[in-house]
């Protein structure tokens, strides 16, 4: 990278500063909606982030991603129905539990390969959204309304939107700079390499298997996080969310703003969730355009919309 | 590089468009389904809604209307985000319809908190009629019970002593299965709930039914689904071994296209399109000049929301945020309903009767649903005593 | 006992209708390496053309018979403009390009038939229940579905095995570069393999229509039933479809019939009517994770991968 001021740096350094300064648009014009929208995109953006961390860098195509938003859900409804309001208890849970079935789903799938690990990873979620519909007590198909948002006991009172808003993208930030420290380092770049060349990674003795599913637990475990932002969000969480084709949503958005990029998958969801929202008010067909355009993206834009910025040796 | 950047912008631009001040027009929100299957039922409340706006000469209390129309797509965790996005971006003074109880349970928070009018012209989730009614909420429907328990009180007059129990496994068809066994004396032998919306093969459940031998089936199987479920209940030779009993599962939409396998299978409604009051023969004369076919209940329950808002906005003589005077109002149910003049219960769900009707043909061939005789006089829901509303 | 022989029908029907879908994608997958989840509009594609067709002609056979000519020509034409692209590139591209058509599909169908989807209709005499052994009573129309798609697996059985196409079908299966190294026109050979591929989903799609439904999205959830199924026989191989997709059948149903029963016994009431049908749903699922960890190539492999 030749210095600071690339094209994609650019539009990355700008998208950043409209999202920051959405807020302030909104008190303007009182069009509570857009921070509505943008909240579950900068949601959406922190799960891609977290795809993108085991599919762009590792390498392991998970279609059962959209599972741990659902984890993370109702880790926070089922605790809010139950009388367990705080916040304190319910994201811990929410990030501990997705971590968990991270942890399971990784021992027995990462030694798949291919378009074996895919299927794998999309069984173990479809078994979370079965056992989610089949849950009576917490709503069952017609899922669960969360009536209060998590409570911090004074510290941060999730109802006020704004403030939401702006948690919401720290954690995205958050999550962003975390996942380009983790692939950045020793550890990371292992991970990496094992995404081109496995046999050559453990022919140097590197624990191979280990790596890839600490990236996997630690990926599931943030898009727990998010998941437990999004039931606040919605004040709602259903099985729903968690069905194969969100998991496919999800990797759409990271493959479109481009694999194994630190802002990727912001750019990736900002542009799937704003197009679809934006070809709903133009026309009575938005797939007609969408379907297209992801087609076309798939065939010419290697690697995504943020592969479009530089030229990268095929 | 820059065509994202101007596509996003454009994105950003329409979606940001700031919402129009209020300029004194009644703004209503109507969700409903318009896709899929049960767009028949959508289409068919819209039509009734446009069709009640204009015999009021598109103009509510006084004043001119606006209608923005979202569709839910079955799903509650869609119903919910379209609610919010009539009540945020397009600032609605009322919003209609909810076909489905799991829709409308999803989308309450947003319209209670923000205290937003409602008129819920079909869905009946027990919920609603009872810890979560609410001062903002009205029906112009019914508790999902009412209707199968009358239902269960028509078996009993026709001495079924054992009954087979089908229905969808979501709030409506729990509540559905629920309802009939609170009037029905006799025994059930089975139970069978089926995955909602995607399950239409129905051959398992038949194959159980057949097996238990009960005296009649009673189901609930509401839009296409009910189609898909009398023809198999034909296919399967069970048609003219064991009787079939229904609830919302034959109506004006489905009976054009089951035909001759809908006569003989009775069901119960408050509302069918012979009552012999005046508003209804307007209601169905003027329907089927305009649109060429019969309406059905749930058009008839959206109908009637017309009339019920346009009492309350001409009552407060159009200053919409007086809710507490639109409120006193509605819940005096002065209009003239197309199923005869009825009350409200504490709760905001009416007290009405209920009908037995049936299918037969009639003189050009084709087929009708007449009322065959009253069921029950005045019938509330059993929810009212948990509404703390008095 | 007999009610079980009903319940046995029952899975072994949806199994052949699994079959139909499963057949073509493990074709397109062993051959092309190319994950299609745009099979399921193929599907919805030979429903809608059915219910057209018989409608217009007022007879189903002509109807059907069109359809499946119709769905055929539409596959060709989506593989020469649509995947081909997209043959060589890696699985997240094709996931996210078909799944751009899966969009596209729903979107032109609800433009080109409006909403409210179709109904296909039959003559009576199948309509009604025929003995097949005395107390079993099963509607005639799904014997012939059972029928039909034997006469079909027969068909690719031996288009497979016996024909000069099949032979290059099985070739690119096990080895695809070394095929086309020695002269097959591969062009040719996957535009027919996808074109078959359709005509397969179209073909289950429109026997099914009468009994169960011509909507929109109609294809999503049966095809990741479909894949679950190629995934256990194993991709490439038919004859591992076809035995899959009759367990996968059975499994579904049997476990929507007794599971209720058996969790009654256990549980109150309510929750084993909602947790019944969601386990034996997930049943499946856990009988592909649980082959994929003990045999990961699946029950039948047709190639070296």
Redesign the interface.
Known sequence: MNGWLTPRNAVTAGLLAALALLPLYTALTGNAFVMTLFTRVLILAMAAVSLNLI?GYGGM?S?GHAAYLGLGGYAVGILAKEGVGSGFIQWPMAIAVSALFALVVGA??L??????F???T???A??VY??A?????YG?DDGLTIYKRSQFGGLVDLNNKMLFYYLCFALLLASIYLVSRMVNSRFGLAIQGARSNERRMRAIGLPVFRYKLVCFVIAGALCGLAGALLANHTNFISPAMMF??RS?DL??MV??GG?ATPFGPLIGTVTYLLLEEALSRVTE????F??????L???FLHGGIAGMFERRAP | MIRPLIAGTAALALVASPAMAQQKTVKIGFIST????A??IG?DMRNSFELGLDHLGRKIGGLPVEVVYEDDEIKPEVGVQKTQKLIESDKVDFIVGYIWSNVILASLKPLVDSKTMTVVTNAGASQLAGELCSPYVFSTSWQNDQTPAAVGLYMNQKGVKTAFLMGP?YAAG?DMLAGVQTTFKGQIVG?????WP????F???L??A??AKPDAIFVFYPG?AG??FV??Y????LKGQIPLYTAFTIDDLSLP?LKDLAVGVPGAQEWVNDLPNDANKKFVADFKAKYKTTPSFYGAQTYDAVALIDSAVTAVKGDLSNKEGMRKEMEKADFKSVRGNFRFGNNHIPIQNFYLQDADKTADGGYALHTVSLIVKDDQDKFHDKCPMK | M??FI??LL?GV??GMLLFLLAAGLTLI?GIMDL?N?AHGSLYMLGAYFAATFAAATGSFVLGAVLALAATFVSGVALEVI?IR??YG?S???????T??????????V??VW????M?LSLQSEM???VQIIPGV?Y?A??LVIIAATLAVAALLYILVMRTRLGMLIRAGASNREMAGALGVNIKLLYTLVFGLGAALAGFAGLMQAP???V???MG??IL?LA??VI?IGG?GSIRGAFVAAIIVGLID?IG??FL?DLLRAVLN???A???A???S??SI??L??GI??FR?EGLFPAAN?
């Not at chain 1, 067909?285 to 007609?288: K, Q, T």
């Not at chain 1, 969408?290 to 087609?295: I, K, N, R, S």
């Not at chain 3, 409006?114 to 989807?117: D, I, K, N, S, V």
């Open positions: 599919m195509v279609f027995l799938s030694r798949t390969r291919g378009v074996y895919i299927m794998i999309l069984a173990f479809q078994m079965y056992v519909i089949g849950l009576d007590r069952g194969w084709t496919g990797m759409v493959v479109l694999l067909y938005p797939g007609l969408l379907g297209p355009a992801l087609l993206v798939a065939i | 318009f896709s899929g299957p767009a028949a289409n496994n729990k139970q069978e709930l089926t995955r995607d399950q239409l093969d051959s398992a459940e194959s159980k057949r097996a296409g189609v898909q023809t198999q034909a296919q399967s030779g296209r | 007999l009610y009903e319940q029952n029907q949806l997958f994950v989840l649509a692209p997209l590139r699985h997240l591209d094709h996931v996210l390009g799944f751009g058509l899966l969009l596209f599909f729903n979107e032109l609800r433009l409006g909403p409210a989807g109904t309509l009604t229940a009573y509607p129309y799904r009994i169960l439904t909507q929109i999205g999503e959830n990741i894949f679950v995934i991709i149903t929507r019939a209720p009431t309510n929750a009517l909602t947790l049908p969601a386990l749903s997930m699922y856990m592909m994770a994929l960890v990961p991968r």
